[in-house]
């Protein structure tokens, strides 16, 4: 057991879960521990490789059911998405936006066609997707979008542009959110649609082992058919976020566990004035404060997980998982960088790369305050959104 499994919340696992969670382990700790500072210094990342490799074991869209996806329960997709975040936040987002936000949105609304077009491929890591919700202009307030759907004929003309997206530089199809005359709409759009062009977000401090763009759709022409059918208003695309947000409230806790192990292991091995570091009160007061931090927080994870499985989990509930958890395991990834001093910013050590990364976390998929006011509007019945 692991020293940090302060309640024994391991025992409350199936061994099927325990399994699963061994096997992911195995795999950051081969494919991608060696190679993550690397990829996070260059800002690169080998995302179609690590795809396929992904797809082999069943990760991608693992909680999907049918069309080559594993049809795992949602605990043993957490769990994978806590390992892969122990990696880094960039991996386990590589396999959230493919799973959670492309496929489900294709596997919830798309049409039998779209579902047999792009779902086994997706699931093997053989075709990659994105999701085209947040725009330039419009972040947090999805309803003010400025892409535009039109009917022409049979077919449907697009114009606009999606910023901050993951996975578009390499994707195959982006799931792109439009408004039409009817209101908000899905399309499932392949990339090399003429006037559909993604450009590379470079420069970023954050999630650099994660390839993100910019979709811009200058007049492009799809079929009938490109629409996702079931996708009606703007419930559709928030209804695909609380399905990301519910691998988030478990990956972010493998972002702080990898920083408390390690700064553990620093604060055991490592001497000042005679003694080790974890000899020190203060240093103990910090690790014992964490440690239970980062035990609620799995708890937390652990009955969100179980609630979806009954299928009676709601996107409040999952609101208050991922503004705890990422809120904590962002500070728990501060709170180690002291502990290891001078060397918390190297990166030979994983502290600071796991605390930049959590800073995009904190705001994606809905930043803090947006998970503040749906909580806020669940107690009171207010909504303050506007």
């Keep these: 057991m692991s020293p940090l499994d302060l309640l024994d919340v391991d025992a409350s696992l199936s ?21 993550v500072a690397g990829w996070y210094e260059r800002g690169e990342v080998p995302a179609r490789e690590l795809a396929r490799e992904f797809g082999k074991l069943g990760l991608l869209g693992m ?25 880094d936040s960039g991996v386990r987002s590589l396999v959230s936006v493919q799973g959670s936000l492309a496929m489900y949105a294709i596997w919830r609304y798309g049409s039998e066609e779209q579902k047999q077009r792009w779902l086994p491929a997706m699931a093997a890591g053989e075709a990659i997707g994105s999701f085209g919700l947040t725009e330039p202009d419009h972040g947090s307030d999805p309803a ?39 209101g908000v709409r899905g399309f499932a759009v392949p990339m090399d649609t003429p006037g559909v ?80 570091l974890a000899g020190f009160q203060l240093t103990q007061a910090k690790l014992a404060d964490m440690a239970v931090e980062w035990n609620k927080g799995l708890l937390l994870a652990l009955h969100l997980g179980r609630l979806a499985d009954a299928g009676r989990l709601r996107p409040a509930q999952v609101s208050v998982g991922k503004l705890n958890n990422v809120r904590e395991a962002l500070d728990i990834a501060r709170q180690c960088r002291t502990i290891l001093g001078a060397n918390g910013v190297s990166g030979e ?23 503040q006011l749906v909580i806020g509007q669940q107690l009171t019945g207010l909504s303050a959104f506007a």
């Excluded at 928030?238 to 292991?265: F, P």
């Design 144 to 182: 003010s979008m400025a892409t535009r759907a039109r009917r022409d004929g049979d077919d449907w003309i697009l114009d606009g542009a999606k910023m901050w997206i993951t996975n578009a530089p390499i994707a195959d199809v982006a799931v792109i959110w439009a408004r039409t005359d009817d």
């Design 197 to 276: 062009t993604a450009r590379e977000i470079r420069q970023k401090m954050s999630l650099r082992a994660s390839l993100t763009g910019e979709i811009v759709l200058d007049g492009v022409r799809l079929p009938a058919d490109a629409r996702l059918p079931e996708a009606v208003g703007l419930k559709a695309p928030l209804s695909c976020l609380t399905e990301a947000r519910h691998g988030i409230v478990w990956g972010a806790l493998g972002a702080a566990r990898d920083c408390l192990e390690t700064a553990l292991d620093y604060a055991t091995t490592r001497t000042q004035f005679g003694r080790p």
């Design 349 to 371: 050590y994983p502290v600071m790369r796991h605390a930049n990364n959590l800073e995009s976390v904190l705001t994606y998929e809905g930043t803090s305050e947006i998970h």
């Design 15 to 35: 061994e099927e879960e325990r399994q699963i969670r061994a096997v992911v382990r195995r795999l950051v700790d081969d494919r991608v521990r060696p190679h």
């Design 63 to 87: 909680h999907l059911t049918g069309y080559g996806c594993a049809g795992s329960s949602a605990v043993a997709y957490g769990l994978a998405c806590l390992e892969l975040e122990a990696g």
